[in-house]
Structures are given as C-alpha cells and as structure tokens.
C-alpha cells in the first residue's frame, strides 16, 4: 500500500514538472549513471567522455524522430520555415536544449580546454532558445537542421566510444575497422551535401521577406551564421578523420609489403 502511494505520489510530482525541467533530470540522470554505473571500470580519462556519448545516444535518435513527427503533424493550414511553433514543436527542442546544457555541463567539469566543442554546444543552445523563448516562429527550420545534425548521431557515438576502447579491446579496433567507412560516408553526405542544400533553401525564404513580421532579421541571420559555421566546421573535421584513415590504410599496406 505503502509503495502504491509512494509511485502515485512520484508520478504526480513527474507530471506536475515542465517539459524542459523534466528533460533535464532525465539526462543528468542518464550521465551520473553511465559515469557510476556502466563506466566505473573505465579509465578516468574516459569515463566522462563515454558519459558524455551515452545522453548523446540517448538524445539523437530520439531527437530525430521527435522532430520528425512534429513537423510531420504540424497543425499550421500552411507550414513554412515562419509557422508558429506548435506544441509538439516546442517540447521537441525542449528536448534537445536539455541534452545542450547537460553536455556543456560535461565540458565544463571535464574538457574546459575544449573551447571548440563548447562554442558549438552554445551556439547550438542559442539557435533552440531564440526559436523557442524569442521567436516562437521558425520550429520548421530549426528542427529540420537539427534532425539532419543528429541522424549520424547513434554512429558517431558508437565510433567514438570504440576508439576510447580500441587501445585495450579487439572487439573495439575491429567495429572501428568496419564502422569507419560507412560512417564517413554518411557524415560526409549528411553534413556536406544534404546540409548546405537545406541551408540554401533556408536563406532564401528568409532573404524573400516570408518571414517579417514573424521572425526579426537578426535571430534569422544569426541562425543561418551559426549553421553554415557549424558545417563548416563538420567538414574540416570528417576531411581529417577520412585524411587519418587512408593514412592509416597507407601503413597497414605498406607494412604488408616489407
């Protein structure tokens, strides 16, 4: 009886909480127990990294699909790239803002130095907030980018959580040997293709003046500012990593052949 009303009790409380604070708890939640629970034995080095890439796991697909379906139902008679926010729209970027504040979090307890990381994490949470708090217009676009942004995600964490093991797993180095290839490819074409196409499409409704009245010049251009850094930035990475990998490649050839 007693644990009946302590779980009626617990939903209440759950039920009564905003969405962005619930989604909060949830992933400062996910954190601490991938940092105590599923990672303890990991280095210290590692540990938080891994943790970091658990409530990204936790936040990309999910993100995707939240997104996906409030625009698929987005009751406006006309969606456009300045519809109003509907509900379904705005606790998907809850959401995601929630996930952005526990992960600058990470990086400020643990990668304070890694000033690139840091930067793009509030870059990002600028684009949500305006959207949401400021704007409330302009969910369309935002989560358009921000499905394309996190639909490599489930890869990108899986591989980044391999080369932490890789130095003391096999089982590590031979998913890094068959992830590597098809992940670049699809960052590549996600992040270098389909990206600058949609942000292509983007300016040019709001350069047309669709969105006056609607949305003010400046939270627009910042969000086209911030995204075409933030590709610019996911290409130079993946050239890297695809740079590492045929040198790589190279060596193991070469090594072969002595």
């Known amino acids: 009886m007693e644990a009946s009303s302590s779980s009626r009790a617990a939903s209440v409380v759950f039920s009564s909480m905003p969405p962005l604070t619930l989604f909060f ?18 280095s210290a080095a590692s540990r938080p990294e891994a943790s970091s890439c658990a409530i ?31 509900a379904a729209q705005s606790t998907a970027i809850d959401f995601s803002i929630a996930y952005f504040v526990t992960d600058i979090l990470h ?4 990668s304070p130095a890694d000033v690139l990381f840091i930067l793009h994490h509030v870059a990002t949470l ?19 980018l921000l499905a394309l942004a996190e639909i490599t995600s489930a890869c990108q ?38 990206g600058p196409l949609f942000v ?17 010049m400046w939270v627009w251009l910042s969000w086209i500012l911030v995204v ?21 490649k190279k060596g193991k050839l070469g090594d072969k052949s002595e």
Do not use: Q
Request: proline share 4%.
């Open 56 to 86: 990204s796991l936790l936040h990309g697909t999910p993100a995707v699909v939240l997104s996906v379906s409030a625009l698929l139902f987005d009751p406006s008679m006309s969606p456009s790239f300045a519809s109003p926010n509907s």
């Open 228 to 248: 075409v850094t933030a590709i610019f930035v996911s290409v130079l990475w993946i050239a890297n990593l695809w740079t590492e990998f045929y040198r790589e």
């Open 25 to 42: 708890s949830f992933f400062i939640l996910v954190y601490l127990t991938a940092y105590f629970v599923f990672f303890r034995r990991w």
């Open 157 to 194: 964490n899986v591989w980044t959580l391999a080369r932490l093991k890789r130095a003391e797993s096999a089982r590590a180095r031979k998913v890094l040997d068959v992830l590597c290839r098809p992940f670049y490819t699809f960052y590549s074409v996600v992040r270098g293709v389909v």
């Open 126 to 144: 600028f684009v949500l907030l305006t959207c949401r708090f400021n704007a409330r217009h302009g969910a369309r676009a935002v989560l358009s």
């Open 107 to 110: 990086y400020l307890a643990f």
């Open 200 to 216: 292509i499409e983007m300016g040019r409704f709001y350069i047309s003046g669709e969105a006056d009245g609607h949305i003010p």
